[in-house]
Each structure stands twice: as C-alpha cells, then as structure tokens.
C-alpha cells in the first residue's frame, strides 16, 4: 500500500472516531432513547455535543474530495512527495480541526481547516 493510500485510511479512520464522540456527546445530551427513534423531536445539540455534530459534518463535506483526489493520483500513477504531502497536511489539518473545534476555539479552527484544504489543492495540482 502506497504511504498516499495509508494516510487515507487513517482519515477514514478519524473520521469513525468523530462519529463515535458525536454519538456520545449526543446520547449525553438528549439521552439513548431519543438518539434510538426516529429523531423526529430532538432538540438541536449545544455545546461540546453540537460541536462535535459540526465537526463530523464538516469532515464527511470534505473527505470525499480527499477520496477521490488520492484515489485518481493512484490510478493515473501520479503519487509523489507532493501528493503524499498533501495527504498529510489533508490529515493533520482535519485532526487539528476536529480537536479545535471540540475545544471551541473559532479562528484557529479555521487555520487548520484551511491546512487541510491546501493539501487537497497540491494533490490536485499533481493531477492537472
């Protein structure tokens, strides 16, 4: 497996773990029965726990495009240093977003963010 391909599935990875703290955070805040229905009447998540709901939902926006951007580097044989450098800065950017934005700090979640958005941008520029 190409280093590309590993870093992606640690951010499949991460983005499971995201999941799991949002559905904690969930059942901690409107309780198991409530998360077990149809949600039809929950009431909207605050705090940590809507937080962490934002958090994964900014993740799952973005990590399709990480997808397919590693996913057509492989097939056209277009993985490099760049490539592999995008990878990372895509995956420690979305660790540091998720962590941040957990912690409730704007400005700086919006830094690593956009590291992580750089990376997918020089891995797109490998394949154009």
Do not use: K
Not at 43 to 68: K, V, W
Request: hydrophobic share 60%; glycine share 8%.
């Amino acid at each position: 497996m190409t280093p590309d391909l590993t870093i992606l599935i640690w951010a499949v990875a991460l983005t499971f773990v995201e999941v799991l703290v949002a559905a904690l955070g969930a059942q901690l805040q409107v309780g198991v029965g409530a998360l077990a229905g149809n949600r039809e009447e929950v009431p909207p998540l605050t705090g940590f726990a809507g937080r962490a709901q934002r958090a994964h939902r900014n993740m799952l926006e973005n990590l399709p495009l990480f997808i397919a951007l590693v996913l057509v580097a492989q097939v056209a044989g277009r993985t490099n240093a760049m490539t592999l450098l995008g990878a990372q800065l895509f995956f420690w950017g979305r660790l540091a977003h998720w962590l941040i934005y957990l912690a409730g700090i704007p400005w700086l979640r919006t830094l690593a963010w956009l590291i992580s958005v750089v990376g997918m941008i020089l891995i797109f520029r490998e394949l154009i």
